[in-house]
């Protein structure tokens, strides 16, 4: 399982620490060195949501960064999971009975 979330693409990220030691120039020191450069991993908090849509009738489950999370909450489940491509348009039921 991946710690990727459906709704934004959002995934882990990689970067770095930087050590540095010394006193900085402007305290009076001989400026702040570099001792050390490590990689890190910048992780998406990501949780696996299960979404009840109104326009459906039913619950939908995906994992979502809590940032997409607060998305859904400000824009409603069936706009955003569309427009993420997760589930598809409801048909109307005009365009049914047309055909």
């Known amino acids: 399982m991946?710690?990727?979330c459906e709704v934004t693409g959002r995934g882990t990220a990689t970067g770095?620490?930087?050590?540095?030691?010394?006193?900085a120039k402007s305290k009076g020191g001989v400026g702040r060195?570099?001792?050390?450069?490590?990689?890190r991993k910048f992780k998406v908090?990501?949780?696996?949501k299960?979404?009840?849509?109104?326009?459906?009738?039913e619950y939908v489950t995906v994992k979502l960064s809590?940032?997409?999370?607060?998305?859904v909450v400000k824009n409603g489940a069936y706009p955003t999971l569309i427009k993420a491509g997760l589930i598809k348009?409801?048909?109307s039921?005009?365009?049914?009975?047309?055909?």
Do not use: D, F, H, Y
């Open 33 to 39: 060195r570099t001792t050390g450069n490590t990689k």
């Open 2 to 4: 991946s710690r990727t």
């Open 66 to 71: 809590t940032r997409a999370l607060r998305t």
């Open 16 to 23: 770095g620490n930087i050590a540095r030691r010394g006193l």
């Open 50 to 57: 299960r979404l009840w849509v109104q326009e459906l009738g």
């Open 93 to 99: 039921s005009k365009a049914t009975a047309e055909a």
């Open 45 to 48: 908090n990501v949780q696996k």
């Open 89 to 91: 348009p409801k048909r």
